[in-house]
């Protein structure tokens, strides 16, 4: 560990201890994840992949594309019950929704899993799950925005990598028609998923923080890492790469996001900080905030000097590329753009 | 041991600031009046229908200068912040507490401002009043009991409130310390130095204009971090306003909190009068309160 690793790791020591009285008095123990990632294995054609419903509600014929793509890549494709179960705005109640999670995590002939959508309700669940078969026999979890609540798990209480990408909601419907980013977002999946190395490039911004910075990938939707403080879920960013992303948030919302990070002391170790789309709800009338997501950015960061880019090809967008969570990365930003490239353990 | 800040006595000056979004003063004309005709003096703060634009009521610097100004007035007995909205969690871990801590006075307010209740309470172990602010006077407001009850608490006469029963209520008495405020800023505090423990304590809890989801999942928040197995009593106040998705959530407030506090032994009451409607008691928090939830009606006692 070199210097400026350690001398961070303290300070967010330091900065954490608030947190762990309270944590201990309730009866609850944040458990160290653990330093080098365990890694699933990787797809190869003939393998089953999973598809499930943790959050929100899907129609069979709506993941029909995801089907049809993933076939082609060679995959079986197992449906579970939940696609097509509704209860509200959830894919089926909560326990018809941790049965087939749970029977997918525990299923050996399954060697992926991929939510069908977000929505809400991952959190609803998570402690109702049973990971003890799943950490001996890991396996890819797929899927983002309210998937960030298994992401961040995960990695926490397991050191689990995980597959943060488009899910079946974002296959296009005719894949000759689709266009090129979305060709090439939704490959990125199987290249992820296939054991290919990562490398992602993003264009400049004269808001990033030129740099190179080497760590785990760690991150997800803001809106959900925030609600996942203080829980056995919580994110650990330090010595990490972190990106993070939303979408219909209020910009003080998302101010109010960003300080709860950085006084939680989730800001202050990290090896670099990616910004990936943020698709922002109007202020209303009277109530401009008067500050851009970079200045947000930005004003909570000052204090530190790792590399920050923003833009980077992540979100509720078309440029949503896959990102292997807790996999090591080299992110390089310069005047000419933006490098992460996956580095092999 | 929690610190008491002083009560006021007549002639007692009341600071008026607002730290988080913009306030006209106009808009907080009727509260000064009401203040002075409950025989304070009012001095109000630069940022009180400042000339400011945009959703602030000045820029972190002007409001953090203003309330620390006006915290270390030593003519200054009171505090009260006209309006919430946004603003706190960008300058409380720059406001200095120290002549606050030999001299505290009490803090008014609640929504944002459950920032600065949290983070005394937690930092500096001072109470303060989660009370209706300058808005609240307007429109015949200012004699309502709701308004008058802040008058008392500044008073130091000691409050005892009671409210309907409500189908979810766990009946039963607990004692404790009264801590809580905003859901929204409650959850967002979690983790930081502003951070509130609710172990063995009465958690009072309120919030406007929230997705259902969003309330399902702060909640879970609150029970997964710990803090909601180890109270002596929970007090659902008012959720004012609340929206719901294209596809609906399925439930009311009442029945999503309901499910995930059903399982808990503690005295729990719900449509307690405190909320960004009118119904909204002043509440001391810190101080300890007895919470009686009965077959009959509810008593919250100081």
């Known amino acids: ?345 | 041991m929690i610190k008491i800040p002083p009560y006021l006595q007549p002639g007692d000056t009341i600071g008026i600031v607002c730290p988080a979004g913009y306030m006209a003063r106009e808009r907080a004309q009727t509260c000064i009046d009401t203040l002075q005709s409950w025989g304070y003096q009012v001095k109000t703060g630069s940022t009180l229908g400042s000339d400011s634009t945009n959703y602030f009521s000045g820029t972190d610097d002007e409001r953090l200068r203003d309330l620390q100004q006006i915290i270390d007035d030593d003519s200054v007995k009171a505090i009260l912040c006209a309006r919430g909205g946004y603003g706190v969690s960008r300058i409380i871990d720059r406001i200095d507490f120290r002549s606050f801590k030999k001299a505290p006075k009490w803090i008014i307010g609640f929504s944002d401002i459950t920032v600065l209740h949290s983070h005394i309470y937690s930092r500096y172990k001072t109470a303060s009043l989660h009370a209706p602010m300058a808005g609240a006077f307007n429109d015949g407001g200012a004699t309502n009991e709701y308004v008058l009850s802040l008058k008392q608490a500044l008073e130091g006469r000691k409050a005892r409130y009671t409210c309907d029963t409500h189908e979810f209520n766990n009946r039963g008495e607990a004692v404790g310390d009264l801590v809580g405020g905003n859901l929204s800023l409650i959850a967002h505090l979690i983790g930081s130095d502003s951070d509130i423990k609710t172990r063995g304590r009465i958690l009072f809890l309120e919030d406007v204009g929230e997705y259902r989801y969003n309330i399902d999942r702060m909640f879970h928040q609150l029970k997964r971090s710990g803090k909601l197995e180890k109270l002596a009593g929970l007090i659902i106040g008012g959720f004012s306003d609340m929206k719901d998705t294209e596809r609906p959530f399925g439930e009311s407030t009442e029945e999503i909190i309901y499910d995930l506090v059903k399982e808990y032994d503690y005295p729990i009451c719900f449509n307690f009068p405190v909320s960004h409607a009118k119904e909204n008691y002043a509440l001391k928090v810190g101080v300890g309160y007895k919470l009686k939830v009965g077959k009959l009606k509810v008593v919250l006692e100081e």
């Open chain 1, 1 to 345: 560990m070199n210097r400026k690793n350690f001398l961070s790791s303290v300070i967010t020591a330091g900065l954490s201890l608030p947190v762990l009285p309270g944590m201990a008095a309730a009866g609850k123990k944040l458990i160290d994840e653990p330093q080098d990632p365990i890694i699933p294995p990787y797809l190869k054609a003939g393998d089953t992949i999973g598809i499930t419903c943790p959050a929100g509600y899907i129609m069979l014929a709506d993941i029909q594309p995801a089907i049809q793509q993933m076939e082609s890549w060679g995959l079986k494709v197992r449906v579970g019950d939940t696609v097509g179960k509704r209860d509200f705005s959830f894919g089926g109640g909560d326990d018809d929704r941790t049965r087939d999670l749970q029977q997918m995590l525990d299923d050996p002939g399954i060697k992926a899993i991929m939510c069908a959508r977000g929505g809400y309700g991952a959190v609803r669940l998570v402690d109702k799950l049973n990971f003890s078969r799943f950490a001996t026999h890991p396996k890819w979890v797929i899927g983002f925005s309210d998937i960030t609540v298994l992401h961040s798990h995960l990695s926490r209480n397991y050191g689990i990598a995980s597959i943060h990408s488009k899910m079946c909601n974002s296959f296009p419907d005719d894949w000759n028609k689709a266009e090129p980013v979305q060709v090439e977002t939704i490959l990125s999946i199987k290249k992820a998923l296939f054991g290919e190395t990562m490398q992602y490039t993003a264009m400049p911004s004269a808001f990033n923080r030129s740099g190179k910075a080497t760590g785990r990938l760690a991150g997800g939707n803001l809106k959900t890492i925030e609600s996942l403080s203080g829980s056995a879920s919580d994110i650990r960013t330090e010595n990490k790469i972190l990106f993070v992303e939303d979408t219909g948030e209020y910009l003080y919302s998302i101010d109010r996001m960003f300080w709860n990070l950085q006084r939680s002391g989730k800001l202050s170790g990290l090896s670099g900080l990616i910004v990936g789309g943020f698709k922002i709800k109007p202020d209303d009338p009277g109530e401009e905030f008067g500050r851009t997501v970079q200045d947000i950015v930005l004003e909570k960061i000052k204090g530190y000097s790792y590399p920050v880019c923003f833009d980077f090809p992540v979100g509720h967008q078309r440029n949503n590329f896959a990102l292997k969570c807790g996999i090591r990365h080299q992110l390089s930003v310069g005047s000419d753009g933006v490098q992460l490239t996956e580095v092999r353990h």
